[in-house]
């Protein structure tokens, strides 16, 4: 710009310069005599007008100014350049730090967004081996769950020792980025060196929650597996139980659709055809699932009790009132025994009492039927015979006796007009429980049923203990191995966490020779210096802009997609990794979700898993991880003295900065050299392009590497040492 401008300005006064020699003339005498005129202001007005002359005067004072004014600029703009490159030299070795605190937090993030995937997916394994449907699947979950936390345990070792190697390196990459800035400064003949200090040189940063923070899944691993086998046993119990209810409550309710229960009778039927019974005390279920024996019970209760009180002869003959007291003997008797009955479980055991109902002859000896005296006997000739009641013609042609029991007339003769003996109850039950229109027959199955649904139920019962025991040892297994997760975070605090002074010098330089005229002479300046600083600043955190949210798109590129490498465990990853800014609530809120994406579970097997899933939930719930900051750092110029005199800094104070300035030699472009000469000593303990920070083993096989781009960060590796 300021070369096309004296160009102009030449070319102007050469223009100006042939007007004046084509225009000047001789001037008229003044009236006073001689030429005093011309020294008078009649030499610069004239007329009223600016003469010629006085123009000449203006346009070559302008020009004088002009040509300084340009002189003026290029020199402060050769000493505002060298400001500029130290600024550079700063901003460059700051984003060096920051580039590496947000590779520090994605691996902080990568491992323990990685461990909580890991117990996630253990965690939903485990109950899901509870879960009928789902424990096919349980046992891949859970060792995929493993799988992971030894991918986790790999992950932090390895990145442990690459963050302490780029620390160890850190100072050095900041000066060689820096001198690379200063460098690219070069304008228009100026040369500029220069470099920037990190400060302070050494770190602080704690890398022991890695290094140290290997996690065992064995006991995990044993656990699961006793786990599964009690499970398995559990459940078989569980099906035999429930095929054993199912069969006693076919006997009671005959099936689903009462409309198809007339072509098989139950007991709710029988009820209603030959009791009368109404709804309410004869109620039908549609599935064994909602059903419960108890309803069978009190069914039975209700029949024999109406079946006793509307009890009544068939007929006027002998023999229809002697089968009458025959069978309101047995529904008295039946009664009793039902009101009797019950089936009590207390969480531990299961207990029954269902009455055995003579189904005939035989069986009636062995029951109180048989036994009790509860018939009238009368003496006939000599003989006593039993009768069915008083109305009996013969028992009241004779003597009449006490009563008897039915045992005591077994094997002798009975009365030739009532016929009434021990055969005589047994006929009540016999047909009633052979053939299914009998309601004895049904209740008869119920028994039966019922009695091998409290076998299985007990048993059942028993390997619901062992279940939970495992479970609890399970769940205990969990919250023992996750608790390596809620440690103390890695500290990240770098070489340079308080930011870096930044040195730039040029050496002696003129203007150039647009500038020289006989307006003005050459301008040299000597050789120039500046210092400058800059620090990290935290950039406001969104969803698209955090140190987190570029790197997984990222990963799922390098990974060929994320659901390709690991399928759902990958998306659970990713879904933590991404919600590593509040990873308690993220953690909390998958673990539910997981969970209750099982399905949840029923009987034995579902109240047990709803109690681990609890467990493990509250495990994952009792880490009380801590909000991360994820915010992006971004360098930005402060006061030198700011970055001098912060704490741990060894960049002695102001005036003795100025001399180190002094010190730099110039032309020099290795960062090495150049931190020498101001007393600063670093190392180059990097090589290479790339380096790989650390690697994410995959359980499938292969890795994803976690790199840096050292060339970026030094600025192609400076001038090497």
């Known amino acids: 710009m300021i070369h096309g401008l004296l160009h102009g300005i030449k070319r102007c006064l050469l223009k100006v310069t042939r007007g004046l020699a084509g225009r000047c003339r001789p001037r008229a005498r003044c009236k006073r005599g001689g030429f005093m005129g011309r020294a008078g202001i009649d030499l610069f007005i004239e007329d009223g007008a600016y003469t010629t002359l006085s123009s000449a005067v203006v346009i070559l004072v302008v020009l004088t100014l002009l040509f300084s004014s340009a002189a003026a600029i290029w020199s402060m703009s050769r000493a505002g350049d060298t400001q500029a490159a130290a600024d550079s030299g700063a901003l460059a070795g700051a984003n060096v730090v920051a580039s590496y605190h947000t590779a520090a937090t994605v691996v902080d993030a990568s491992i323990l967004s990685l461990g ?8 939903t394994g485990l109950v899901a081996i509870l879960i009928p449907g789902a424990e096919l699947a349980a046992g891949d979950m859970v060792d995929t769950g493993i799988e992971i936390i030894k991918t986790r345990n ?14 160890m390196a850190l100072p050095y990459l900041v000066a060689a980025r820096a001198t690379q800035a200063v460098s690219a400064q070069d304008t228009e003949g100026a040369t500029y060196t220069g470099t920037a200090l990190a400060v302070p040189r050494t770190s602080e940063s704690d890398f022991v929650a890695l290094e140290g923070s290997e996690i065992s899944t064995d006991v995990i691993k044993d656990t699961s597996k006793d786990l599964e086998r009690a499970a398995d046993e559990l459940q078989k119990a569980s099906e035999e139980t429930a095929k054993a209810k199912e069969r006693a409550w ?31 005390e004869n109620p039908h279920y549609a599935s064994s699932v909602t059903w419960e024996p108890q309803v069978a019970l009190d069914r039975a209760k209700a029949y024999y009790r109406l079946r006793l009180a509307n009890e009544a002869p068939q007929g006027s003959s002998v023999e229809t009132k002697a089968e009458s007291a025959a069978r309101k003997a047995f529904y008295t008797y039946a009664s009793a025994e039902v009101n009797r009955a019950y089936i009590t479980e207390d969480g531990d ?13 035989d069986e009636v000896r062995a029951t109180e039927l048989y ?87 007990n048993k059942e019962l028993e390997l619901m203990r062992q279940t939970e025991d495992e479970a609890d040892r399970a769940g205990n297994a969990f919250d023992e191995a996750i608790k390596a997760l809620s440690g103390e975070r890695p500290r990240i605090a770098p070489p340079g966490r308080n930011g870096v002074v930044a040195f730039a010098v040029s050496g002696a330089i003129s203007s150039p020779d647009e500038l020289s005229s006989s307006f003005n002479a050459a301008v040299r300046l000597g050789e120039r210096g500046a210092i400058s600083a800059a620090v990290l600043a935290p950039d406001d955190a969104t969803a698209q802009n955090n140190v987190l949210s570029r790197f997984f798109s990222t990963l799922e590129e390098r990974s060929g997609g994320v659901a390709g490498v690991l399928d759902g465990v990958m998306d659970v990853w990713g879904r933590l990794l991404v919600g590593y ?67 741990g800094s060894d960049i002695t104070g102001l005036s003795k900065v100025q001399d180190k300035l002094r010190s730099i030699p110039l032309g020099v472009t290795d960062p090495k050299a150049l931190c020498e ?17 650390a690697e994410i083993p995959l359980p499938g096989g292969g890795s994803i590497p976690l790199t840096v781009d050292v060339a970026t960060l030094a600025g192609a590796l400076g001038g090497g040492s």
């Open 116 to 123: 909580l995937a890991g117990f996630a997916t253990i965690g």
């Open 154 to 167: 790999k992950f932090a070792k390895s990145a442990s020792k690459g963050l302490q190697k780029i620390e």
């Open 250 to 280: 076919l006997a009671d309710c005959g099936g689903s659709d009462p409309a198809s229960v007339g072509s098989c009778s139950c007991m709710w039927e029988r009820a209603r055809s030959l009791a009368k019974l109404s709804d309410i």
């Open 349 to 361: 055991r299961t207990t029954s009492y269902i009455p055995l109902l003579p189904r005939n002859t």
């Open 371 to 457: 036994t009790d005296a509860a018939w009238p006997t009368s003496t006939n000739d000599g003989k006593t015979y039993l009768h069915y009641g008083t109305s009996c013609p013969n028992y009241k042609k004779g003597t009449p006796g006490g009563l008897a029991s039915v045992a005591a007339y077994d094997g002798q003769d009975k009365c030739n007009r009532c016929h009434f003996g021990v055969s005589s109850l047994g006929a009540v039950a016999a047909p009633s429980t052979s053939i299914e229109n009998g309601f004895e027959y049904h209740f008869d199955e119920f028994k039966g049923a019922l009695e091998d649904y409290v076998e299985c139920r």
């Open 581 to 647: 800014g509040d990873i308690q609530g993220s953690a909390d809120e998958l673990m539910g979700e997981m969970i209750d994406g099982l399905g949840g579970g029923s009987g034995a097997l579902g109240s047990i898993a709803s109690r681990l899933g609890d467990t493990v939930s509250a495990s994952v719930a009792a880490l009380g991880l801590e909000p991360c900051d994820l915010r992006l750092r971004k360098p930005v110029l402060t006061d030198t003295a700011n970055v001098i005199k912060s704490p």
């Open 677 to 693: 000469a101001l007393e600063y000593q670093v190392e180059r303990t990097i090589s290479g392009t790339v380096f790989t920070l």
